[in-house]
């Protein structure tokens, strides 16, 4: 009898043990998902696609900092996790993903940080009222001062700044040079949008009397440009976007049913009278 109560007791230290082991590696996962930015499946996948020699470097460099039972498990688990049919612990992602980006192509950081960028980076929305006679390159360079203000004075938000410093692997010069590649391609964009397309619309400027109200809104990443030709003139303005408030059109349409009750109780008099 007290043997088998000793096997229960051993049991349930087991499996609590496991439980215990498979919250831990939830939160490790959950924590280092975080430390490189949100979502770690870009970079798993790019774990996965390495050479057979890139991929044999990085585990013995792994073996070198933590062992080799750690290098040998990796090597033996690396089908597995590739598979998906064994999870790999934050723990361990932590220490082999560390490795990448000191070996990572540049070309490679920019991928990584690409959709993040234009998933949580600058946007914004501005009408940019052009006169009919304005000189192109005024406009250019009125829409390139507000988009290099609006790109460079961005506060980037917990997960993009995560991601550009594990990039970096810590480096502060290296953070900053990434940082900046993203900041001049965003503007670069930009304007050469407007060279595309800013000529088209110019193109029946003078004397036009289609030019006067002419509206099109050009788009960027994050970034909409309602362009809005009036007529005459050689005027240049950005003026925030002007969005009708919901309020005020619900309370507009709101007390609609009023006037017809009051309309349909007059009629009803006026037949009975």
Do not use: C
Request: aromatic residues 10%; positive net charge.
């Amino acid at each position: 009898m007290p043997r088998r109560r000793y096997s229960k007791q051993y049991s349930r230290s087991r499996s609590s043990y496991a439980s215990q082991r498979r919250e831990q590696h939830v939160r490790e996962a959950a924590e280092f998902s975080q430390e490189i930015g949100g979502t770690d499946q870009d970079v798993k996948g790019y774990f996965f696609s390495l050479s057979g020699s890139e991929l044999s470097e990085l585990l013995s460099e792994y073996g070198q900092l933590y062992g080799d039972k750690a290098e040998q498990y990796a090597r033996t688990a690396f089908t597995r996790w590739k598979q998906g049919s064994t999870r790999m612990s934050g723990q361990t992602a932590k220490r082999l993903f560390d490795l990448l980006p000191p070996r990572m192509p540049v070309s490679k950081k920019y991928t990584l940080i690409e959709t993040l960028w234009r998933k949580l980076g600058p946007r914004s929305y501005k009408v940019l009222e052009v006169g009919a006679n304005a000189n192109p390159d005024a406009v250019f360079n009125a829409v390139h001062q507000y988009i290099s203000t609006t790109v460079e004075e961005f506060v980037l938000p917990a997960d993009l700044k995560n991601r550009f410093k594990w990039l970096a692997a810590n480096d502060v010069r290296a953070q900053q040079q990434l940082l900046n590649h993203f900041q001049e391609l965003e503007k670069k964009q930009v304007v050469d949008l407007f060279k595309v397309e800013l000529p088209i619309l110019l193109k029946h400027r003078s004397g036009s009397p289609t030019v006067q109200g002419m509206r099109k809104i050009l788009e960027v990443n994050n970034h909409k440009f309602e362009i809005e030709i009036i007529a005459d003139g050689q005027e240049v303005r950005l003026k925030d976007q002007k969005v009708r408030s919901t309020v005020e059109t619900k309370t507009e349409t709101s007390y609609a049913w009023i006037f017809w009750l009051i309309a349909g109780v007059l009629g009803v008099f006026l037949l009975n009278s």
